[in-house]
């Protein structure tokens, strides 16, 4: 028999579980649930080669149906607090359902489902019309467990956190080579969906790589966008410039948000760093547009803005950019295929162990990503400091081997970004005794591979749902 349901608040309202209903499961050709199992579906890749995970639908209960047990219940979940419960997720052999339904502090009641044996995650059911809060639920079934997050609109979550919060102590959701979601070979596609829907879905972070223009006058813009020496699609080139374009029109329309971007050179040809220094600045780096000063700002001088995160270096007079400190933040070195260096600027500790050879190393790259999520988290921001230093803590989930198709893009992100929801969910600033952690909880920058496919948002939705303890504006 599993284990009885655990439940994790990690919003910062009071809830109370109230009930607890067990439904038989729904019988075949009934009503599908809008939200199913998530994992990654089969997907088949441009050289016709078909990897082997799917997902499957849970049926969802009849609006009409009837539980065959209630139970009431009074057990309290305070803020950030994790509660062993006695509910049972199952109670005969079959796949019934579990609906747990929780009550807040000012009297409204919010119900999910918990499905048996699958994952779902979902926004509560409000049992109240205008609700004045709403909630975000995950359930993981290998370890009946609930996980409880404060619900907002992921197209404009910065929105509430408080302009004076340092940007480093943010929890943000990132994407690897954010724009290689093309018809491309299998090791060079990264992504399920375009960048506007990484936007849209709450993403603030973009990982680019881009090659400059040749021959090289200074006056072309045309940054070819590529992933190592492979341009991202099959179809032609793809340019920085339509995705920058898409980049400002989602900030313009959503001036609450920012954008964190790192920008590297990569491709083929003789193109250098100094090179592409010229163009961005020339060509793109509106300072209304951008933040390019070589520090982490706070939110509210980054709202509405592209951060560069600079990994090249620049070229002579743009060294002397900002009282001669610079332009950018600077990433232009870090430690290569690292589980934990800190630039030389101290604005950047980075997670990026990639060199992932065998599937059984996959292991060892989530244990890294487990602990610089940690790493982060134990940062805690005194607010009242006019200059607080924290850095940005950037934990790259993506990993590869051209060589080996166990090791691809996707079949990584196929076992890193679950690991990393349950890490998030269960284990995160939690101490094997069970006690909780100081700090603020920042998840860091966790940028993943494959977010987004088929609708689930998951991992993002985990990661935003951590910055709950952040000062509000």
């Known amino acids: 028999m599993p284990t009885d349901v655990k439940i994790r608040n990690l919003s910062n309202k009071p809830l109370k579980l109230v009930l607890a209903e067990h439904f038989d499961p729904a019988h075949k050709g009934g009503f599908q649930l809008h939200h199913v199992t998530k994992g990654f579906a089969s997907v088949t890749n441009s050289i016709g080669l078909t990897n082997a995970t799917t997902r499957a639908n849970v049926p969802q209960i009849s609006p009409d149906a009837q539980p065959f047990q209630t139970r009431d219940v009074q057990i309290d979940i305070p803020p950030f607090s994790m509660v062993q419960t006695d509910v049972k997720p199952t109670l005969n052999e079959g796949k019934e359902r579990l609906r ?15 499905p048996v044996p699958t994952a779902e995650s979902h926004s509560l059911e409000a049992l109240a019309d205008n609700p004045q809060m709403r909630f975000t639920g995950i359930y993981l079934p290998e370890e009946s467990f609930v996980a409880l997050f404060e619900s907002t609109d992921l197209d404009r979550w910065m929105d509430k956190i408080d302009d004076e919060v340092p940007l480093g102590a943010l929890s943000v959701p990132g994407t690897h080579n954010a724009p290689t ?53 099959l179809t032609g080139n793809k340019y920085f410039r339509d995705l920058y374009n898409d980049c400002r029109k989602f900030l313009d329309e959503h001036p609450s948000e920012t954008l964190i971007m790192s920008l590297k ?7 250098t760093d ?35 995160v600079r990994r090249f270096n620049l070229d002579e007079p743009l060294k002397h950019e900002c009282e001669n400190s610079g332009w950018g933040i600077d990433g232009s070195v870090w430690a290569d295929n690292t ?7 101290g604005d950047i500790c ?13 292991d060892q790259k989530i244990t890294y990503v487990r602990e610089h999520m940690e790493r982060s988290g134990c940062c805690c921001v005194n607010h009242d400091d006019p200059d607080p230093k924290v850095p940005l803590y950037i934990n790259f989930l993506s990993a590869s081997n051209f060589w080996n198709v ?3 893009p996707e079949k990584i992100a196929a076992k890193v970004n679950p690991a ?54």
């Not at 829907?197 to 070819?224: A, C, H, T």
């Not at 961005?280 to 560069?308: C, F, M, S």
Request: aromatic letters at 8%; one cysteine or more.
């Open 350 to 362: 980075v997670q990026d162990f990639y060199e992932v050879k065998e599937p059984p190393s996959i």
């Open 274 to 308: 100094e090179q592409l220094s010229r163009v961005l600045k020339d060509h793109y780096t509106n300072p209304n547009q951008w933040w390019t000063r070589p520090r982490v700002p706070r939110l509210g001088e980054a709202r509405g803005k592209i951060v560069l």
């Open 265 to 271: 050179r990569e491709g083929t040809g003789k193109g």
């Open 100 to 114: 747990l339904t929780f009550q807040t502090e000012l009297g409204g009641r919010h119900r999910m489902y918990c």
């Open 181 to 233: 979601y093309h018809n491309a070979p299998p090791s060079v596609r990264c992504q399920a969906v375009s960048p506007m829907e990484q936007l849209k879905n709450g993403v603030r972070f973009f990982d680019i790589r881009v090659q400059v223009p040749e021959p090289f006058d200074g006056k072309s813009d045309r940054l070819v966008l590529v992933h190592s020496v492979f341009p991202i699609s």
């Open 420 to 473: 990393t929801i349950a890490h998030t969910c269960t284990k995160h600033m939690v101490e094997e005794d069970g006690r909780t952690k100081e700090g603020d909880w920042s998840t860091g920058i966790v940028v993943c591979d494959w977010v987004g496919l088929d609708g689930d948002w998951d991992l993002v939705r985990c990661v935003v749902g951590m910055n709950s303890k952040l000062p509000r504006r």
């Open 339 to 345: 589980p934990n260096a800190m630039c030389p600027s």
């Open 406 to 408: 166990g090791t691809w």
